[in-house]
């Protein structure tokens, strides 16, 4: 092969290795962008349901004292009750 020809081949492949690591590197940068958006939506639905626990154990506590509240008014009522019907014996 003459000297042109060498030169000429190998700046077609220099352009042709140069297009297909400029067309991978492309490639990865999108799934790299992809990756981030999705730990993004994950980082969200995180905090999400952070806040969804912690709206749960408020109400669970509210249940509890509600609950509490509810056994001592029965209670009262039953003392109440048998202090109504020993009156009328």
């Known amino acids: 092969m003459d000297g042109p020809k060498v030169t000429a081949v190998g700046i077609v492949a220099l352009?042709?290795?140069?297009?297909?690591?400029?067309?991978?590197?492309?490639?990865?940068?999108?799934?790299?962008?992809?990756?981030?958006?999705?730990?993004?939506?994950?980082?969200?639905?995180?905090?999400?349901?952070?806040?969804?626990?912690?709206?749960?154990?408020?109400?669970?506590?509210?249940?509890?004292?509600?609950t509490e509240r509810f056994d001592k008014e029965r209670k009262l009522r039953e003392e109440l009750e048998a202090i109504v019907s020993q009156g009328k014996k």
């Open 15 to 66: 352009l042709v290795g140069l297009l297909i690591g400029w067309l991978f590197w492309g490639q990865r940068a999108k799934e790299l962008d992809a990756v981030k958006g999705r730990l993004a939506e994950v980082e969200r639905s995180a905090a999400q349901e952070g806040a969804m626990a912690t709206k749960v154990r408020e109400l669970e506590a509210q249940l509890k004292e509600a």
